[in-house]
């Protein structure tokens, strides 16, 4: 976790409320649109894991188990990493399960990210295989990597994907090492971007990854509290946030998301919000739920945004998909 003030630990949470009260006239607001999944307490989680030893899981859109990475495809159709079942789940816009079987099923052991190409091929990282996966629409698998095919060694503990808007390239959060790795469309290495460090271009444990509408690449760089952007030719051109509880600071950030205004949305694990940032990277909104208090999350992870600029939010510990309406 990012080096937090002490204050952080008992005013983190208080600060950035006060600041959306203070500046409430001025700031966008959340609306809950829907959820997807059920939070389930100890008990009930421990009895239906031994349900499903059983008699089989139940493996349907309400019975999530830690929900990880998010993605949407051309129509909106949501496709989720279910982490602890092992498994890809894809639902339609409205949050119903689609008409296919999981994706993954008995192969993946703990999938964290996921992207879509324009021929509608998932890509899934999975953190306990070491591995990049790709199926087909199909759900079979088209391609297992474990990473690079030069010196420097295979993959550790993956967690985003992003299938390169501009040139197709497949890029991957290398997070236990600190760096990403590119592959080409085949799934040949290409090159590493970043190493272990502070300095600008450096990396510590990076997670989610996202591009702009201009092919920038933005980097989640978790416990450096802090996010990169290169270029599309990878060149380092600038970086924002913070460790610390200040609106636009992060405690551990994870998943980011970008919308067609050029829009930044990001997950906060540690403060159980997301952090918003206009195109000029000033942050424009906290929040931690539903304007309304009907939701509160909690660990949120992956999120991603939809045609009609609906965000949706992997309400990790909760189990459970949280789709907003973000009322500019």
Known sequence: MCKLPQRCLLTGLVSLFVFSLVSASALPTAELIYQVGKKESSQASVIGKISDWLFGAKNNEDNFTMISGVAVDSADNIYLADTEKGRIVALNPQGKALARKDIGAGILKSPLGVA??????????????????????????????????????GLLRPSGVLVDKLSGRIIVSDTGNHRLQVYDQAGKFLSFIGQAGTREGDLNFPTFLAQDKNGNLYIVDTINCRVQ??????????KFGNSGDAMGSFGRPKGIAIDSDNRIYITDSFFNGVVVFDEAKKPVLFFSGSADNKTSLSAPMGVAVNSRGELIVADSRNNRLDVFRINW
């Open 229 to 238: 952007v290169f270029d599309p030719n990878f060149k380092f051109i600038g």
């Open 116 to 153: 879509l190409d324009r021929q509608g091929n998932i890509y899934v990282t999975d953190s306990a295989l070491n591995q990049l996966l790709v199926f087909n629409s199909s759900g079979d698998v088209i391609l297992a990597k474990s990473g690079a095919d030069a010196k420097g060694g």
